[in-house]
């Protein structure tokens, strides 16, 4: 019956000589229900979001029974969820329909709430300041109760705008909210001491400029998802702030000279906080690699950061034209793929050194050789470091089987 009268009244509202009853859509007596008293979404649930997001301060609506809020006004919406604010002092976080899901069965993001909560409690164990929850008013998942951030600030123009972090790191809107030199070193500083907070985790998901913003003392995160990555290593470089690689960009969230810093920031903290908990965790070192696949990525084993046990089991191939000669007569060709590829597999650590780590190989055909990586190729000036090792093991220039930028072969 309520959606026959929701129905109703937004039928009424478009029409200009509609009895006096229909403009009592937002009385008292009016209640805007998402769900049914059965705990079903409601038919409208879609309909009743888009309202909602126009209706006037004093809007009654609900969930289940006993579950009755009052709109103080929207405040925005994401994917996945909206985010409103009642008259009851509450901000409130509701799950949207997903529209990828069918037309006849369009399905609500209500594991988005679950995992929001799960994620938002683990980052605040860790020391991450994020937009918390409040546990015992939240209803997961029909709703959450989150923390309420004031991050809108005047501009010039007397508008109102949120600042985000990317809308702090515009020159042009820097001035237009009036930011004094120092305010901006302040907050850029306030930045450093967020991304020092986060040490724990290489990736949170969904992290970028738009879901980090600043309350006027501190940097808030007021959105994330699902699976984070925790840091394994105190010298990992990768870090929330890295560039973003997908199907058909690299996405910066930071300029180029201020990732440096907070890149820096995060690795001595990672190192700090390592040392002062005693508790390195393995593997001790870490392959250090660009964030982001370099252009010339054909060049290298490896283009992303793993740990020195990361390469163990790993399987790779070589173009048999790229091999030395001497090494092409020590491997046999048995089949159409070695013809053209030899494919090894690194099999198990033999020794680290100061810049490098030999690895045992194992050929496709059972032939068994030897495998120097560099720890660190992050310039030009890194690469063929690697084949000190190999040499103080007795071989020499002309065994290397094949010498990449950041790797040395050779077959046993």
Known sequence: MKHLVFLLVVFCFKLASAAPACRSLFSDNSVLSLFAKGGAVALRYES???????AKPGTKFSFLPGEEFTLKQYLGEGETTVIVETMEGKTLRIPKVDLRSSAT??????????????SSQELSAAGVRVAEVDLAASRPPRFLVVQKEDIYFPTR???????????????????????????????FEKLIDFAKSTWRFSFIGDFNET??????HEWVLIDFARDNTKAVS??????????????????????????????EAVIKERQRQFESQGKNTEPQVWFQRPTVAPKASYKYLFTSETGLSGLVGSKFSLGRSNVSKSANKKIKVTDGVSKIYIEYQITKLVKQGKDSA??????????????????????KKDE??????????????????????????VVD
């Open 358 to 379: 030999i690895f045992a190989v194992k050929f496709y055909n059972g032939e068994k050789g030897f495998i120097e990586v560099s720890y660190s190729v992050l310039d």
């Open 211 to 216: 879901q980090l913003a600043y309350n006027g």
């Open 48 to 54: 009743f979001l888009t309202q909602l997001s126009k």
């Open 234 to 263: 105190a010298n990992q470089r990768k870090n929330i702030f890295s560039p973003q690689k997908y199907e058909d960009h690299i996405h910066d969230i930071l300029p180029a000279k201020l990732y440096a810093r907070v890149e």
């Open 105 to 118: 069965n369009r399905r609500v993001h209500t594991e988005f709430i679950d995992s929001y909560l799960k």
């Open 157 to 187: 123009s007397g508008e109102k705008i949120a600042l985000t972090l990317e809308k702090f790191l515009s020159a042009k809107t820097r001035k237009e909210l009036n930011f004094s030199t120092k305010d901006v070193e302040v907050i």
């Open 384 to 409: 063929y470091s690697a084949g000190k090792g190999l040499k103080k093991m007795g071989y020499s220039k002309s065994d290397f089987a094949f010498e990449g930028a950041d790797y040395v072969l």
